[in-house]
């Protein structure tokens, strides 16, 4: 119980501070495209590129997770994030900003499918409240990085002090987790890294040896996923882009719709205030999404339910101003937060233990990655609509992500083989149902 409290709380710092990282943009996107006279579909596109390499980095980072070991990446990846935040810190024109804000992106990759591998391979007991507890510390990561932000700016009257502060923070973690020794875990070594390209020997990593009691038996098919496991993926492509879309444009919906923060000096300052008030809601959320997948029978549904009322909340979120408004995505983000730990308790199970850090790997490159286009778009639409139309586009959004949540269920006993020539689609026995991934 001891390994399982501390790789918890080691993961979920590292989910709070990577969040972090990635969501002070919104809160000086106003002040940055001011400074630099960029209209918000040129800082958009910037913005697209590093949460496209936060989510394309998922994948290798997966793989890398498997072969060498979730500890040694998950303290390579605080390491990246936090020096580069403070060269984003220093930059001194547009493209100094894009090349670092990339690089921030690419190690910020690293966190989801290295500590969510390292939770389901380390963790032993009440695996869903450990989701439960990473994705709360994600989500004060959320809430906390636009009042940080508004903070520095109104204290130091740049938005640089924000990376600055948060690459500090991010050094101090990283010897702290540097110096962390987990059972079963390797530690980072610079040097081994540089020089050798050993495999990790973690158990879990080790092929199995051939004995007496598999001679004869037909071997496993060469490759299978679990259908269940294709549209869960297809979930995450749909709530990527809500979440990045509602993330990246928040403040700037409320600097837009609620009066006061419209007609006050600082709006910027108060549309960060604003924006932590309403996402500081996804704590609740995200505790309750990990606390019912170890209650209830039928997990698969957690996430259908979500898409269901979030719907409605993002509708009226584009039709709504002042305190309405506030309401409206309040609402949102009390339900919403909660589907991120839903679904890596449902990825965890669709997935071999050897194969964990891929399938969070998958899971990420499709939530960030892909879903990073939410940026472009949404910057386009607030160019030409008005950002509360991009509200309206992502509720079709959530709609269809409830008729693709309702299929996981029906479909857990399915497979697919690609290695086939004929009947692709099979049915699982009971054995491969384990580790259907």
Not at 200 to 225: C, D, H, L, M, R
Not at 402 to 424: E, G, H, Q
Request: glycine share 10%; proline share 4%; hydrophobic share 45%.
């Amino acid at each position: 119980m001891k390994t399982d409290a501390q790789v918890v709380w080691l993961v979920s710092f590292s989910h709070f501070i990577t969040h972090g990282y990635m969501t002070i943009l919104p809160a000086v996107l106003v002040a940055i495209a001011g400074e630099q006279s960029m209209s918000f579909m040129e800082l958009g596109l910037i913005a697209n590129i590093g949460y496209f390499l936060y989510g394309f980095g998922a994948f290798p980072a997966g793989y890398l997770a498997d072969r060498f070991g979730s500890k040694k990446l998950l303290t390579i990846g605080v390491l990246g994030m936090a020096v580069s935040s403070i060269c984003i810190s220093t930059t001194s024109s547009i493209l100094s900003f894009a090349l670092t804000y990339t690089l921030l992106g690419t190690f910020a990759s690293i966190h989801h499918p290295a500590g969510l591998s390292f939770i389901a391979r380390r963790v032993e007991h009440n695996i869903g409240r450990a989701m439960g507890l990473h994705g709360v510390m994600g989500n004060i990561g959320l809430f906390l990085s636009p009042m940080a932000a508004a903070f520095s700016m109104m204290l130091f009257g740049t938005w640089r002090a924000a990376y600055l502060t948060y690459g500090l923070i991010g050094l101090v973690f990283f010897y702290f987790l540097y110096s962390s020794r987990i059972e079963g875990e390797e530690d980072l070594s610079f040097k081994r890294l540089l020089c050798t390209g050993k495999k990790s020997t973690s158990p879990e990593n080790e092929p199995p040896s051939p004995t007496s009691s598999t001679k004869g038996v037909e071997q496993p098919k060469a490759f299978y996923i679990s259908l269940a496991l294709l549209f869960l993926f297809m979930g995450s492509i749909l709530s990527g882009f809500i979440f990045r879309g509602s993330l990246t444009f928040l403040p700037a919906l409320f600097q837009q719709n609620i009066t006061p923060i419209a007609n006050h000096d600082e709006p910027v300052v108060m549309a960060g205030y604003a924006a932590t008030a309403v996402l500081s809601l996804g704590l609740f959320g995200a505790w309750f999404g990990g606390y019912i997948n170890d209650k209830t029978k039928y997990p698969e549904f957690v996430p259908a339910i979500i898409f269901l009322i979030i719907t409605p909340a993002l509708y009226f979120a584009s039709r709504l101003m002042d305190m309405q408004l506030i309401l409206t995505t309040g609402v949102f983000s009390l339900i919403y937060y909660a589907w991120q730990p839903s679904q890596n308790y449902l990825i965890a199970k669709y997935t071999k233990k050897s194969s964990h850090g891929m399938g969070f790997g998958i899971n990420f490159f499709l939530i960030f990655g892909i879903g990073s286009l939410a940026t472009s778009v949404g910057g386009w639409f607030a160019d030409e609509l008005g950002i509360d139309r991009f509200y309206a586009a992502m509720s079709l959004i959530a709609c269809t992500g409830i008729l693709v949540a309702l299929t996981v269920y029906p479909l857990r006993s399915y497979a697919v083989d690609w290695k086939r020539k004929t009947n692709k689609i099979f049915k699982l026995s009971e054995e491969e149902k384990k580790g259907a991934g």
